[in-house]
Nanobody, 115 residues
């Protein structure tokens, strides 16, 4: 069964940067489009950013100008470049993609922004 795996999370100081990755495991599968979400403690999961198959991107207002979503040339990996991180960006970040007609979520990667 194809799964999504996020990586790249960690602890960073305010103003710092991280790059998250999202790729399939179990089998290499192209990801033409995917979305990133996040969930902070005690809050609902919220949309962060997405890239469509035609490379159209969409961002939530609270990350515009700071986060950039991209993918590699093979379409196997989706990235979320996060710059100028703020403490309020602390959350578990998830990627979601449609794979073989199913909506698949990754297990999440923790991002903590703190001094």
């Amino acid at each position: 069964q194809v799964q999504l795996v996020e990586s790249g999370g960690g602890l960073v100081q305010p103003g710092g940067s991280l790059r998250l990755s999202c790729a399939t495991s179990g089998r290499t599968v192209s990801i033409p489009s995917a979305a990133w979400y996040r969930q902070a403690p005690g809050k609902e999961r919220e949309f962060v950013a997405m890239m469509s198959a035609d490379r159209t991107t969409n961002y939530s207002d609270f990350v515009k100008g700071r986060f950039t979503v991209s993918r590699d040339r093979s379409w196997n990996t989706m990235y979320l470049q996060m710059n100028n991180l703020k403490p309020e960006d602390t959350a578990v970040y998830y990627c979601k993609a449609g794979i073989f007609g199913r909506e698949v979520w990754g297990q999440g990667t923790q991002v903590t922004v703190s001094e």
